[in-house]
């Protein structure tokens, strides 16, 4: 029905959205998205964005390109309002505990409302605890396998249909995700599902025009640590790093990255490209055995 629209358009309909007709907006936005004079609003959409990493890339969101509107996702609204001062597009924020399932659906709901164009989609929110399985309480550990894996699977999927020809998404793994780590053992299993789901989803969509990348961050200085470290047992797990790294690092070789459409895994830094290739070459028992001996773990 729509077809003489779409052909004559500059781009190609966001994925699944071949059968809907996205709402006229007040404003025209940019010729990039005119369907048959109606104009799409282009957004970045970015999980965890009011701290950390996520918020890196939202400061910087201009080195990947124009959008007309940078939505930001957390739970804290008040931080959320203060990416209006440091962002450089107008931002929305969406106040949402992705821990929550209503949280996908609240989401959802907005999309079907404002029917924007998704340019870049960043999910950034996730969190980790050190920590023998048996220390960390079920409750925890079950939230971090819904944050890090349901909440980045339900967001990445609501927000496909709005997306089409280059549009990209950026998921937040880890080098974590390339072996089995004991006593931080549940949240590298979460990274290894980021990473594996990340690249599978960008052959599944590449004939859409679509790119999915997969950044691999090794120790980087977040507030990530607040919450992995349990201070009530007194415990300290991991007793040495070899590299810490800062989140402008790692957002500034995503977005360089991202460009790259060639490109499924990001990963910033020497000591993290060295790791990860040692765990393609040697038994991963070793590799644990390594880990432990270097902690003091038993």
């Known amino acids: 029905m729509y ?5 004559t358009a500059k781009v190609s309909p966001p994925c699944g959205q071949q059968d809907r007709v996205p709402s006229p907006f007040k404003r025209q936005i940019t010729d990039t998205y005119n369907y048959g004079g109606i104009f799409m609003k282009t957004i970045a959409v970015i999980t965890g964005a009011s701290k950390g990493i996520g918020k890196e890339f939202a ?9 007309d509107e940078v939505w930001a ?3 804290s609204a008040d931080k959320l309002e203060a990416l209006k001062e440091s962002v450089p597009y107008p931002v929305r924020p969406i106040a949402l505990d992705l821990s929550r399932e209503e949280s996908f659906r609240e989401y959802a709901s907005l999309l079907r409302e404002e029917k924007p164009f998704i340019k870049l989609l960043i999910n950034c929110s996730g969190f980790g605890k050190f920590g023998a399985v048996t220390d ?22 609501e ?42 989803l960008n052959r599944e969509v590449k004939g859409k025009g679509i790119h999915v990348m997969a950044v691999c961050p090794f120790w980087t200085k977040t507030e990530f640590f607040n919450r992995a470290i349990n201070k009530d047992d007194g415990k300290v797990i991991v007793k040495k790093y070899a590299a810490m790294y800062m989140p402008s690092q790692i957002v500034g070789k995503a977005y360089r990255d991202i ?9 910033y830094g020497f000591v993290a490209n060295a790791q990860t290739l040692a765990t393609k070459i040697l038994p991963h028992k070793l ?4 880990w432990q001996s270097q902690q003091k773990l038993k």
């Open 59 to 67: 400061d910087r969101i201009a080195e990947y390109g124009k959008v």
């Open 3 to 7: 077809a003489s629209a779409f052909q």
């Open 136 to 157: 960390v309480p079920t409750s925890e550990n079950l939230n971090m396998i819904s944050l890090n894996c349901a909440a980045l699977t339900a967001i990445t999927q």
């Open 259 to 267: 460009k790259k459409k060639n490109k499924d895994v990001s990963m």
């Open 159 to 200: 927000s496909l249909p709005y997306m089409g020809k280059g549009s990209d998404v950026i998921q937040i793994a880890s080098v974590a995700a390339y072996q089995p780590i004991p006593y931080i053992g549940v949240y590298g299993a979460t990274k290894a599902y980021v990473l594996s789901f990340s690249r599978a």
């Open 287 to 290: 590799i644990m055995s390594f």
């Open 73 to 75: 996702i957390a739970r």
